[in-house]
């Protein structure tokens, strides 16, 4: 396998490269307002719909839908993959990429190097966890969270000292550079020179690659710690340490996985930890990020049957769906922990015990019932647009269900929810097959193309305009939450993005469209963002005009909710 473009060489290549001269070398852009314009060189038109903007670095085509950021412009452009289009734009802007034999050869000792660094970490933190003065009230700490002596040696977990050089120190004393530990992420540079502890008075959970070698931490405020610093900190990415193809416990509960031929995916350390110790061994964590393709593979290569039990709130499930798709395209037979609202496995099973989530986990449904299921919560069924908004979104659902047998019993599931007689619902099933196919032009299109053709997501103005407004001006977003619920957006695309926007706010997250678009894997609802953020009307408008919008938004929303209930 080629090993991967280092981190560093592709944060430079993406600062180098604007886009707007890369995509001028194609087109022909014009400066209007803030962003630039041009005709679309993904589909043919007379005029010019394709924005590009600058201080985002992202391009949005109005007219078909088209949008990414500059690596993503040059695959489709000139056919590559991503590194491929990476080591172009490198030529282009004069960075160097060393061939991929001198990478691996260069990474080959300095990753030993690296991993050397963290398995003394490692070491020592356990020893002060175990052994110091101070690492008594961590260990009380724990117990008091129901993690027993036991467990907390099998995971290793650990503490690191309060004070700013104690790691620093113990590991000059064994010999090991600083600049490695810098390299490493367990050291952070002082402004005036020299280095201090990255991790201070915190409880530490080391992550293994699936070797079992330690690659990196997590480390969890304690606490009586600072209430200012972030509850969890992270190593950075490193050349050993990539979050997205660890899964933290996978060393541990590989021979699990492989003898049971199932495995359990939750979001977080304690989730695996309390698991693991109400008796689910085949348990791995995605460490708060959703699944990734060399996750997924990894997971794969060992048993078919995966178990989604992600957080209950609106990222966990909307890292679920993602996390569902993915797996089923590796061809696994997926099933969801269907837990009470806003719990996760760790609380869950504090306040419930053991055996109550042992049987949640038996009990757990296939992804089509789950999703059957949370649409009737979603949606008012004792109104007609929430019985219409409800088979518009099960329609989908039955019709990627592939063995018939299994495809008749859920309809008649779904037809009985509604009211209707089965043929009906089956007649709206084939017509929006039908409709479908006439979509994608009567032959299946491939993921490459999917962009060129996706039609304009047909949601109401007016909550697309407060979506926009939203994600420009947060400060809007309680005033939107105060007067309207989730039910009251028609599009269910659109309410996926609220919620999340939702969600966000009440963790006092930053929102932004750009960084928003990483939740959703689904193009018609990154569009759907994409479109908000480029709406050039709406930036830089006085705050009392925007929040003037906002409310007659939530007017016309009201009261198409109530027209739509007398008609
Ligand atoms: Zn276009």
Excluded at 427 to 444: P, V
Aim: proline share 4%; net charge positive.
């Amino acid at each position: 396998m080629k090993p991967p473009i280092p981190e560093e060489i592709l944060g430079e290549v993406r600062r180098l490269c604007n886009i707007v001269n890369i995509i001028g070398e194609y087109i022909s852009l014009e400066k209007k307002g803030k962003n630039y314009l041009g005709l679309c060189p993904f589909h043919s038109e007379k005029t010019p719909s394709f924005s590009v903007s600058e201080e985002k670095q992202l391009y949005y085509c109005f007219g078909c839908g088209a949008a990414g950021n500059v690596f993503g412009f040059i695959m489709k452009m000139e056919g590559l993959t991503f590194p491929e289009a990476v080591r172009f734009l490198a030529r282009r802007v004069g960075v160097h990429i060393p061939t991929p034999e001198r990478l691996l050869r260069r990474e080959k000792s300095l990753e030993e190097k690296l991993i050397t660094a963290n398995e003394l970490a490692a070491r020592f933190f356990c020893y002060n966890l175990v052994k110091s003065e101070s690492g008594k009230k961590v260990t009380e700490y724990l117990r008091k969270r129901g993690i027993t002596a036991d467990t907390s040696e099998f995971f290793k977990l650990g503490y690191a000292p309060r004070g700013w050089d104690s790691f620093l120190r113990a590991a000059q004393r064994e010999g090991c550079p600083p600049e490695i530990l810098l390299k490493a992420g367990l050291v952070s540079s002082r402004e005036g020179g020299g280095y201090y502890d990255r991790f201070r008075d915190r409880l530490m959970f080391p992550i293994c690659n699936h070797r079992g070698r330690v690659v990196g931490f997590g480390g969890r405020a304690l606490p009586w710690g600072d209430k200012d610093s972030p509850k969890y900190l992270n190593s950075p990415e490193t050349p050993v340490f990539n979050k997205s193809s660890v899964l933290y416990g996978f060393h541990l509960a590989r021979s699990y996985i492989r003898r049971i031929q199932s495995a359990i995916i939750v979001e977080g350390y304690t989730d695996a930890i309390a698991a693991y110790q109400a008796g689910l061994k085949n348990v791995v964590a995605t460490l708060g990020t959703s699944l990734t393709g060399s996750q997924g593979k990894l997971l794969r290569s060992q048993a078919k049957e995966m178990i989604i039990a992600y957080d209950a709130d609106a990222a966990g499930r909307s890292a679920t769906w993602r996390g569902f798709n993915l797996l089923q395209d590796l061809g696994c037979t997926v099933k969801v922990v269907e837990l009470p609202a806003e719990s996760d496995p760790d609380s869950f099973i504090r306040q419930n015990g053991a055996s109550a989530f042992n049987s949640l986990v038996e009990q757990a449904s296939p992804v089509v019932e789950y999703r059957l299921t949370r649409m009737k919560v979603e949606n008012d069924l004792s109104t007609q647009k929430g019985l219409l908004s409800y088979l518009e979104e099960a329609l989908p659902v039955l019709g990627s269900i592939s063995s018939p047998a299994e495809r008749e019993i859920y309809l008649k599931q779904v037809a009985e929810v509604l009211g209707i007689p089965e043929r009906a619902l089956r007649d709206e099933l084939r017509r929006y097959r039908r409709d479908g196919q006439r979509r994608d032009g009567g032959h299946n299109i491939t993921l490459k193309d999917q962009t060129n053709n996706i039609n304009q997501i047909k949601a109401d103005p007016a909550e697309k305009m407060l979506l926009a407004l939203m994600l420009v001006y947060n400060q809007l977003i309680g005033l939107v939450r105060e007067e309207l619920q989730l039910s009251d957006f028609s599009s269910s695309h659109l309410r996926q993005v609220v919620e999340v926007i939702w969600q966000m706010e009440s963790k006092g997250s930053l929102i932004s469209g750009e960084g928003i678009i990483n939740y959703f894997s689904d193009l018609q609802v990154q569009q759907l963002v994409i479109e908000a953020v480029m709406d050039e009307s709406l930036s830089n408008l006085p705050q009392e005009m925007a929040e003037r919008m906002a409310r007659d938004c939530i007017e016309k929303i009201k009261s198409q909710q109530l027209s739509q209930r007398w008609r």
